[in-house]
């Protein structure tokens, strides 16, 4: 069965597929709590409310038998790192550069489990692409398409850091794959090149100092420790996966859906910085940069412009100093002033 199912996957457009049975060690439940009790996980609760079940695969689902493990690859073409050279530019995370990968991955996973189904009568199944408390990365070591590297990630060694994640339950008692050993060594550059320090140590990651938390999930001003470090990232951060050495195997992705939009890749900041909700909207339809919002966007894009230290960006900045969103106007306040200070 494993072998017709991987065969599927294949043919649907996933680029890494194993298998592992529907539980995961007392190792990752500990590795959550503590997590969760440090507060690291900053204001994304969802984490805590369901821990049980992201812990333990048979508490989401009592009737999940196996688990298979899906990859696809996203990689980028060239360096995510040099648009940070590009002061005037935007610096977004490659996974965010098109269409949204939940619909991408969703759509496939749906294709194979109708497959699997019509392969397989009586059986039942689940889908999940990180919208449901599913430990994707442990799982996807468990069955052997990857390891969680030192910056939490999952590393592939055949496509680096740079694989969405999409798991399907079943009822169906498949054969494991095996799990994947960790191949980091002592290597710490992932560690190195965080631009906030946000590791508290190998495989220990505070949300709370992340670049990635900080532009996405974090709702109110960006604390201004941590706002000159994050130069012109306005959407997520690259720098521990882009310098994984384990990328040095890893190909550019071929999926049209996922190859970068022209306009999102390195967009001017002060374009960015004018658009309003409804041009907020259309130019982020279908992108998975949309449930941030224009506020909270905005609100990143002025960070990045106080960082800038180009002239020509002030008037982008002082020209949301009144926005009816406190949060833009704050940010705008703040890069106003800060370009002040950087420009004679």
């Excluded at 009790?37 to 196996?66: C, F, K």
């Excluded at 001003?221 to 306005?234: D, L, Q, S, T």
């Amino acid at each position: 069965m494993a072998a017709e199912i991987r065969a599927q996957a294949l043919a649907l457009g996933f680029h890494a597929v194993g298998f592992a049975p529907a539980h995961l060690g007392p190792e990752v439940r500990e590795r959550l709590d503590a997590f969760l009790a440090a507060g690291m996980q900053g204001e994304m609760d969802w984490l805590a409310d369901r821990a049980g079940q992201r812990a333990h695969p048979r508490a989401l689902w009592p009737e999940a038998v196996s688990v298979i493990a899906l990859g696809m690859n996203y990689g980028p073409e060239e360096d995510p790192l040099a648009v940070l050279q590009q002061r005037d530019r935007a610096a977004i995370s490659v996974y965010a550069r098109n269409k949204d990968y939940h619909d991408i991955v969703k759509k496939r996973l749906k294709a194979l489990a109708r497959w699997m189904v019509d392969r397989w009568r009586g059986s039942a199944l689940k889908v999940f692409v990180d919208t449901a408390p599913v430990s994707e990365k442990p799982l996807a070591q468990a069955a052997g398409i990857g390891w969680q590297g030192k910056h939490s990630n999952l590393v592939s060694r055949e496509f680096g850091s740079w694989l969405f994640l999409g798991e399907i339950y079943t009822t169906l008692d498949l054969a494991p794959s095996g799990a994947e050993s960790d191949h980091c060594g002592r290597c710490t550059r992932c560690l190195a090149a965080c631009p906030t320090n946000a590791f508290t140590g190998p495989y220990r990651l505070d949300a709370r100092r992340c670049i990635s938390y900080l532009t996405i999930e974090h709702k109110g001003p960006i604390p201004e420790e941590f706002r000159a470090a994050m130069g012109n990232r306005i959407y997520g951060c690259d720098d521990c996966l882009a310098v994984c050495p384990w990328n040095k195997f890893a190909h550019a992705t071929q999926e049209p859906g996922l190859l970068p939009r022209e306009e999102l890749t390195a967009p001017r900041l002060a374009e960015l910085a004018a658009l309003d909700d409804a041009a907020f909207r259309s130019l982020f339809s279908g992108s998975p940069i949309k449930r941030i919002g224009r506020d909270r966007f905005v609100r990143n894009v002025l960070i990045a412009i106080g960082n800038s230290g180009e002239a020509g960006l002030r008037p982008a900045a002082e020209a949301l100093r009144g926005d009816p969103s406190p949060v833009v106007a704050e940010a705008a306040g703040w890069a106003t002033a800060r370009l002040a200070e950087a420009l004679p």
